[in-house]
């Protein structure tokens, strides 16, 4: 299936490691000019090496992508580099607050919304003037099944602030569906990653915790979640748009 995407170019924040790796990969691979990002040089090279290897047209971006320098910075590199990106996804670090509502102090509260709301707005407000113009667009951010079911190890977290992010991407795609822009929000189940990887070690959990909670008994593929979100970024998906999408295995007992 022709996704449509050769000579469109992508920011993929959050796109050196995992399933942000895996959806940088996937976009390259249908034709789209890439700039991912990451903090940790290193993993951002060795990510933009993968990418090249496979025949893409990518850069790299050793940063944060939090404040409004952050935010600017990557898309003026993404501009200078490629063009006005047509596509957009937005995968944030992993959880900081794992505690329940007594032990989370105020300032760190303060700091997950930064993270997970703030960040995406500044994103939306610098690339979609252009995707406005254009009257063309997709953007899709990486949540958590526990929007949808919350987690006893991150409640505050599931609970709160990420579901602020997938609302404001709700309300986005309802302000500029008119002009051809889609976005939707991902609640991730378990993936076989390093940083799922991580999370679990530094938890206590045993590998299997998640994967055995899943009907069809496995984690799922860093390169399965890049097939889901090209799929969104194309104009195959053009009638998708506001959703908030479980790709978790059927680990998630919810209805809707």
Known sequence: MD???????AIVAGGSRGCGLACAEELAREGASVVLTGRQPAIVEAAVARVEAAGGKVKGLATEMVSEADVRHI???????????????????????ISGLEAIAESEYV?????????????????????????????????????????????????????????????????????NITGNTIATGSFDSDLANDY????????????NSHPIGR?????????VVAFLCSDRASFLSGETIRVDGGATRNLF
């Not at 996704?3 to 170019?9: D, H, I, R, S």
Request: aromatic share 10%; charged share 20%; glycine share 8%.
């Open 3 to 9: 996704f449509k995407l050769a000579g469109k170019v």
């Open 111 to 179: 700091l997950a919304y930064e993270y997970y709301v703030l960040s995406l707005v500044r994103f939306l407000k610098e690339v979609i003037p252009a995707m406005q113009a254009r009257r063309w667009g997709r953007i899709v951010t990486l949540g958590t099944v526990g929007m949808k079911s919350p987690h006893l190890q991150d409640p505050q977290y599931s609970q709160n602030i990420r579901v602020a992010a997938a609302a404001v991407m709700k309300t986005m795609a309802h302000e500029y569906g008119r002009y």
């Open 75 to 97: 898309v003026d590199q993404c501009r200078a580099t490629f063009g006005d990106p047509d596509v957009l996804v937005v995968n944030p670090p992993s959880p900081t607050l």
């Open 200 to 211: 679990i070690a530094a938890h206590g959990l045993t590998p299997d915790a998640f994967s």
């Open 219 to 227: 984690d799922g593929q860093p390169e399965e979640m890049g097939a």
